[in-house]
């Protein structure tokens, strides 16, 4: 008898059969239709929270100047011709405003200057379309900076608030209630 065993019959198989492959395809399809809202989710949160994050470190960049300094600084969304916006801002500026203008010309010492991301910021400062800090470090202004997804339908939200002793945070919202955890109050968009 020999050893080695041959079988005419047998079929050795190397890869998938073109039904195997369309079924494959199919349910990778459907679950990529299933995660793609909750991955579009995910990014608007992602920029929603980097934009309060980085409005957050140029308000403490300006309570910092204006304590070093000893003099008045100034945080603000700016247009295109450099004017304070209460929303639709196209730049982030920390100025000291020497002739007070509210507007970055002549004198006035520019320290930092960020493109704004999202169309969808909006600031509540006492009225204002800035925020101020003294030589004491406290805001003039009291407010916050809401910050809203760049889609319509997205509901979530962050706020960079700013009370009157300078102190400045970021709202949480662990739970997605729509209500900041520390403050209790709705961040509606």
């Given at each position: 008898?020999?050893s080695?065993?041959s ?8 890869g ?5 492959l ?10 990529v239709?299933?995660?793609a809202?909750?991955?579009?989710n995910m ?8 934009q ?5 470190r140029?308000?403490?960049l300006a309570r910092?100047?204006a304590?070093a300094d ?12 450099r ?7 196209q ?7 020497n002739?007070n203008?509210h ?17 969808n910021?909006r ?8 925020i101020?800090?003294n030589?004491s470090?406290e ?9 809203c ?7 979530y ?17 662990t ?9 209790g109050?709705?961040?509606s968009?």
């Open positions: 008898m020999n080695s065993h079988c005419k019959s047998c079929t050795s198989y190397q998938f059969t073109l039904v195997e369309l079924v494959s395809m199919a349910i990778l399809a459907i679950l239709s299933l995660t809202p909750s991955f579009n990014l608007n949160r992602q920029a929603v929270s980097h309060a994050w980085e409005v957050r140029a308000l403490e910092g100047l304590v000893q003099q008045t600084w100034k945080v603000c969304m700016a247009d295109i011709d004017q304070c916006v209460k929303q639709r801002g730049r982030l500026l920390v100025f000291r405003d002739n203008d507007l970055l010309n002549g004198d006035d010492k520019l320290q930092l200057d960020l493109k704004i991301q999202s169309k910021i600031l509540r400062a006492s009225g204002r379309s800035y101020r800090f030589g470090g805001a003039l202004d009291s407010g916050h900076f809401l910050f997804g760049n889609d319509s339908a997205s509901e939200g962050r706020q960079t608030i700013v009370f009157r002793s300078g102190r400045v945070r970021l709202s949480t919202d739970d997605g209630d729509s209500y900041d955890d520390a403050g109050k709705k961040i968009c």
